[in-house]
Structure formats: structure tokens, C-alpha cells
């Protein structure tokens, strides 16, 4: 399946819909949209591995702070927050988090988390992972996330397994959850440079190897400790990094890989030519 995104506008609705065509397959458990290059086995046994062209280049997959198309999309697959955005209907669902909050007073919201939530090292993801990720978020420097959570004064870990968030003022549930996905979950001990380099998260997915300039690959692998709602489904998900547009074009016609993202305008009969669907959403 190919993507077609349009539009530049970085409203925070199209900013999580950065990287979406690529996260939304990989990152909530699907495991392909046919042709050679992936496979549309719904977790049959075997080998499976859902390959994928994508259009931009990063080195920088730090989760706290991202705004690159390729890093923030890539971390979708990876890294959870307490609740996370459905990228078909951009609705939140609960990740980390174990169902909705309960709401104390107008200001003061009460999120368990999800019993057995393990990074795919193997440790437990505990409240204090959760404070200190989103102080890390707010209080990084040139934070793109933090006036987006504004109204958000404190996070506080109240016990091993629960979140307490004070707001500045009244607020939805629906409100809350909707910017609750900005704050990615990393362990409390993880450096930036080593989260930039290559983030460990509580995701379906984890990273295996990250070369995220044109012409490398990003490959993952399924978190063996992930216990939440979306698993993979697949055995391997791979990211060819492909700058040149008829190179990547014909990385699909040519069925390298399944799924591409950017199709260009002029492009969009040949991507279709061998049978892919193009899709095109607002940037």
C-alpha cells in the first residue's frame, strides 16, 4: 500500500500525522498490505516481515523531543505513552495505561497503568519511568512538545503502578488523553545520546539495527515482554531508507517492498502500476 501525504501544515493534529503511513501499519500490530516485499499473513506460522520505503532521513530518534517525520514515526512502533492515537481515526486508546482516568476533581486525574508493562530489556515500566518522562519531555531545551502541555503542572508517580496528573486548570478526560501520547515512556536511567542513537520503549516492536540515513536500513524485531493490546504480528518490520523519489517508486513496482510512503504526484500511475493502492490523507 502507498502513501500520498499533502499539505505542510503543522497543526498538532497533522504533527502526529508525521511518519503516519508507515507507523500506522507497523506500529498497531497489522502485518502487511500485500505484494512480495511483505507479507499479508495475519500471524500465520513462519517467517513474516513486512518491508517498508520510507521518504525521509534522521539521525536523531530521541522520543522526548521529535519532530523529524522519520524518527517520530519510527518511535510509534517502539515507545508507548499512558495512551496512545489510533492513526486511522487519530482517537486515543489506552497504551501504558489500563483503561481511562479517573477523574478526582476538575484539576486532578488518576491513571493505573497496565499490569506486567515491561521494556523489551526485560524491566518493569513503573510510574517513576512516567514522571520522569514527562519531565524530561517539558523540560528539554527548545521543547516542541511543551506548550502543547501547558496545562499539564504535575506528574507525579504515586505508587509503582500509578500516575497523578494536576492540571493548571479544568480539562476533559478526552482532553487529557488526546496529549498524553506527546509523553513517549523511556526508561529513567536512559541517557538522550542513548535514546537518540536507538530508544528502548514498551512497544510491540523494538529496535534491531538503526540506520537512518538515505540508503540504510531500520529494522525491528517484535518486543518479546510486550503485553499490551497491539503485538506484531510479523517476524521482522524493515525501513529502507530511500530519498529519490523513482527509486523508491520502483522499490514498489518492483515489489522490493510492500509499502511506500510520498508517492509524488507525478509518480502515482506507475506506484499503481502492479497492483498497489494509493492513499492520500491531509500532512
Given at each position: 500500500?502507498?502513501?500520498?501525504?499533502?499539505?505542510?501544515a503543522?497543526?498538532?493534529?497533522?504533527?502526529?500525522?508525521?511518519?503516519?503511513?508507515?507507523?500506522?501499519?507497523?506500529?498497531?500490530?497489522?502485518?502487511?498490505?500485500?505484494?512480495?516485499?511483505?507479507?499479508?499473513?495475519?500471524?500465520?506460522?513462519?517467517s513474516?516481515?513486512i518491508?517498508?520505503?520510507?521518504?525521509?532521513?534522521t539521525?536523531?530518534f530521541?522520543?522526548?523531543?521529535?519532530?523529524?517525520?522519520?524518527?517520530?514515526?519510527?518511535?510509534?512502533?517502539?515507545?508507548?505513552?499512558?495512551?496512545?492515537?489510533?492513526?486511522?481515526?487519530?482517537?486515543?486508546?489506552?497504551?501504558?495505561?489500563?483503561?481511562?482516568?479517573?477523574?478526582e476533581n476538575d484539576?486532578t486525574?488518576?491513571v493505573?497503568?497496565?499490569?506486567?508493562?515491561?521494556?523489551?530489556?526485560?524491566?518493569?515500566?513503573?510510574?517513576?519511568?512516567?514522571?520522569?518522562?514527562?519531565?524530561?519531555?517539558?523540560?528539554?531545551d527548545?521543547?516542541l512538545?511543551?506548550?502543547?502541555?501547558?496545562?499539564?503542572?504535575k506528574?507525579?508517580?504515586?505508587?509503582?503502578?500509578?500516575?497523578?496528573?494536576?492540571?493548571t486548570?479544568?480539562?476533559?478526560?478526552?482532553?487529557?488523553?488526546?496529549?498524553?501520547?506527546?509523553?513517549l515512556?523511556?526508561?529513567?536511567?536512559?541517557?538522550?545520546?542513548?535514546?537518540?542513537?536507538?530508544?528502548?520503549?514498551?512497544?510491540p516492536?523494538?529496535?534491531?539495527?538503526?540506520?537512518?540515513?538515505?540508503?540504510?536500513?531500520?529494522t525491528?524485531?517484535?518486543?518479546?515482554?510486550?503485553n499490551?493490546?497491539?503485538?506484531?504480528?510479523a517476524?521482522?518490520?524493515?525501513?529502507?531508507?530511500?530519498?529519490?523519489?523513482?527509486?523508491r517508486?520502483?522499490?514498489?513496482?518492483?515489489?522490493?517492498?510492500?509499502?511506500?510512503?510520498?508517492?509524488?504526484?507525478?509518480?502515482?500511475?506507475?506506484?499503481?502500476?502492479?497492483?498497489?493502492?494509493?492513499?492520500?490523507?491531509?500532512?
Amino acid at each position: 500500500m502507498a502513501q500520498h501525504f499533502n499539505g505542510p501544515a503543522l497543526s498538532r493534529r497533522s504533527f502526529f500525522a508525521t511518519g503516519a503511513a508507515l507507523a500506522a501499519v507497523a506500529g498497531l500490530g497489522l502485518s502487511g498490505c500485500g505484494g512480495d516485499g511483505g507479507s499479508s499473513s495475519q500471524g500465520g506460522s513462519g517467517s513474516t516481515e513486512i518491508r517498508c520505503s520510507a521518504s525521509y532521513q534522521t539521525e536523531n530518534f530521541l522520543p522526548l523531543n521529535n519532530s523529524t517525520g522519520l524518527g517520530v514515526g519510527t518511535n510509534w512502533n517502539v515507545v508507548e505513552g499512558l495512551y496512545m492515537l489510533d492513526m486511522a481515526s487519530m482517537t486515543p486508546y489506552a497504551a501504558l495505561a489500563d483503561g481511562e482516568p479517573t477523574q478526582e476533581n476538575d484539576t486532578t486525574f488518576v491513571v493505573k497503568m497496565r499490569s506486567g508493562a515491561k521494556f523489551s530489556d526485560g524491566t518493569d515500566v513503573t510510574a517513576t519511568d512516567v514522571q520522569t518522562s514527562y519531565e524530561r519531555t517539558v523540560g528539554a531545551d527548545g521543547s516542541l512538545y511543551a506548550p502543547m502541555l501547558s496545562f499539564i503542572s504535575k506528574v507525579e508517580a504515586t505508587d509503582s503502578s500509578t500516575v497523578t496528573i494536576t492540571t493548571t486548570m479544568p480539562v476533559s478526560v478526552d482532553m487529557l488523553k488526546s496529549r498524553l501520547p506527546l509523553i513517549l515512556v523511556v526508561p529513567q536511567n536512559a541517557s538522550d545520546e542513548e535514546l537518540t542513537k536507538k530508544p528502548i520503549g514498551s512497544g510491540p516492536w523494538m529496535y534491531d539495527q538503526v540506520n537512518g540515513q538515505d540508503g540504510g536500513q531500520i529494522t525491528f524485531l517484535p518486543n518479546p515482554n510486550y503485553n499490551g493490546q497491539h503485538p506484531a504480528l510479523a517476524t521482522k518490520l524493515t525501513y529502507d531508507i530511500i530519498i529519490d523519489d523513482t527509486a523508491r517508486t520502483s522499490s514498489l513496482t518492483d515489489k522490493t517492498t510492500a509499502i511506500m510512503e510520498n508517492v509524488p504526484s507525478n509518480l502515482i500511475a506507475q506506484a499503481s502500476s502492479n497492483g498497489a493502492v494509493i492513499e492520500q490523507a491531509m500532512g
